[in-house]
């Protein structure tokens, strides 16, 4: 089985400072992770996955991940916020090989403050 | 690639009459579509499975007769409410997948029942 924790349900940052949102799995099977992002009413966007390869994954709009199989973690960082990152983001996994079923995690909302 | 769309965008329905929501996959053969709901200020809950020509999987909870779910095509799922009430109002979302262990997300269909 697997499951998602996503420990802060709220960050709040200052415009050009650094984000960190974290994720921690628990996954019976090699684990493909991800962080989607959803804007107020909107549908999701895939900011990065990892399922296997390199353990530091980069993705869209200058976010990046790294996968800590040590901690079962899967934080997600931005050296600098901007606005237009205020939103939700999720962390889900899915047991790579063993099924395509995604478990979302709670999700964190992203506060940016000018 | 991999765009996944949904009709409609947000509906307003009766309480006690149907609404159908399609999700399409634009690009791409899905054999496989996922159907979820979000509350306001939740996560995506996995409401069912459904593989092309054969029976949805429902998660537990969900009842089947109420959310009818047909993916008659590797391009066409739909889901119907039936006989809605307002507890039925949420956000609903659908993915595609193609069976390489990614889920591509639609958009999001907004059901608001008076």
């Known amino acids: 089985a697997q499951s998602v924790t996503q420990l802060d349900s709220h960050v709040s940052v200052s415009e050009g400072t650094p984000v960190l949102l974290r994720c921690n799995y628990s996954s019976s099977y090699s684990p493909s992770l991800f962080w989607y992002v959803q804007h107020p009413n909107k549908g999701l966007q895939l900011l990065l996955k990892y399922t296997s390869a390199a353990t530091l994954v980069k993705g869209i709009n200058g976010f990046e991940a790294e996968f800590k199989k040590s901690e079962t973690s899967f934080h997600l960082t931005k050296p600098s916020a901007h606005m237009s990152d205020a939103a939700e983001y999720f962390c889900?996994?899915?047991?790579?090989?063993?099924?395509?079923?995604?478990?979302f995690g709670p999700g964190t909302r992203l506060s940016v403050l000018p | 690639g991999a765009v996944v769309s949904q009709h409609p965008s947000w509906v307003i329905c009766k309480s006690g009459t149907s609404v159908k929501i399609e999700c399409r996959s634009l690009?791409?053969?899905?054999?496989?579509m996922f159907w979820y709901r979000q509350f306001p200020k939740q996560s995506l809950m996995l409401m069912a499975t459904s593989n092309e020509g054969s029976k949805a999987t429902y998660e537990q909870g969900v009842e089947k007769d109420k959310f009818l779910i047909n993916h008659a095509s590797l391009t066409l799922s739909t889901l119907t409410v039936t006989s809605a009430h307002p507890e039925d109002s949420s956000f609903y979302i659908c993915s595609a997948s193609s069976g390489a262990g990614e889920q591509y997300f639609g958009p999001g269909t907004r059901l608001t029942v008076t």
């Open positions: 889900v996994v899915s047991a790579r090989n063993y099924g395509q079923n995604f478990v």
């Open positions: 690009d791409f053969q899905a054999t496989t």
